[in-house]
């Protein structure tokens, strides 16, 4: 009886580490971005190996995912936010969380024969209020990476959602 048990005791710690061999080649591998990765950047890079699909969601019950097919160097625009996102195949990868942050940049440019322009340099949409000394010229709305020219000599920018 002895030798019975030792060799259902083989077998089980045999079976054991295939298994655990198996759960680890079949499990998604994240590469990029990193856990917690925070930048102003939004079109973002996802590096994963082993998995069919990306799910990026704005809270961490991915109640409303957006779902991406994996393909290598995959660039992702996102707006600025917190994002969840995991990587799926035979199994989930972990959680992982993506922060981009506003970045408001207004860039003043020279037009050839027209003047001055207002650029969006920046990641989101803006309102910018051109003044000419005290007195408020125009009102602008600016997307990002749009120019608009205009006359003044002070200009104030804030978010626009």
Same mark, same amino acid.
């Given at each position: 009886?002895?030798? /019975?048990?030792?060799? %259902?005791?083989?077998?089980?710690?045999?079976?054991?580490?295939?298994?655990?061999?198996?759960?680890?080649?079949?499990?998604?591998?994240?590469?990029?971005?990193?856990?917690?990765?925070?930048?102003?950047?939004?079109?973002?890079?996802?590096?994963?190996?082993?998995?069919?699909?990306?799910?990026?969601?704005?809270?961490?019950?991915?109640?409303?995912?957006?779902?991406?097919?994996?393909?290598?160097?995959?660039?992702? %625009?996102?707006?600025?936010?917190?994002?969840?996102?995991?990587?799926?195949? /035979?199994? %989930?990868?972990?959680?992982?969380?993506?922060?981009?942050?506003?970045?408001?940049?207004?860039?003043?440019?020279?037009?050839?024969?027209?003047?001055?322009?207002?650029?969006?340099?920046?990641? /989101?949409?803006?309102?910018?209020?051109?003044?000419?000394?005290?007195?408020?010229?125009?009102?602008?709305?600016?997307?990002?990476?749009?120019?608009?020219?205009?006359?003044? %000599?002070?200009?104030?920018?804030?978010?626009?959602?």
């Amino acid at each position: 009886m002895k030798i /019975v048990y030792k060799i %259902d005791l083989v077998i089980i710690i045999l079976s054991l580490a295939v298994l655990i061999f198996v759960v680890g080649y079949v499990q998604p591998r994240v590469i990029a971005p990193l856990n917690d990765y925070e930048t102003s950047e939004t079109e973002i890079l996802f590096s994963i190996e082993k998995a069919e699909i990306l799910l990026i969601d704005d809270n961490l019950d991915f109640t409303s995912p957006d779902e991406y097919l994996v393909a290598d160097g995959m660039k992702i %625009d996102l707006k600025p936010g917190t994002y969840y996102w995991k990587a799926m195949g /035979v199994l %989930d990868s972990e959680i992982r969380t993506l922060t981009i942050r506003s970045e408001v940049s207004l860039e003043l440019r020279e037009i050839e024969g027209e003047g001055y322009g207002v650029f969006n340099a920046g990641n /989101v949409r803006l309102n910018v209020d051109v003044y000419n000394g005290t007195e408020l010229v125009e009102s602008v709305k600016l997307g990002v990476n749009e120019e608009v020219g205009v006359v003044g %000599d002070k200009f104030i920018g804030g978010y626009n959602e």
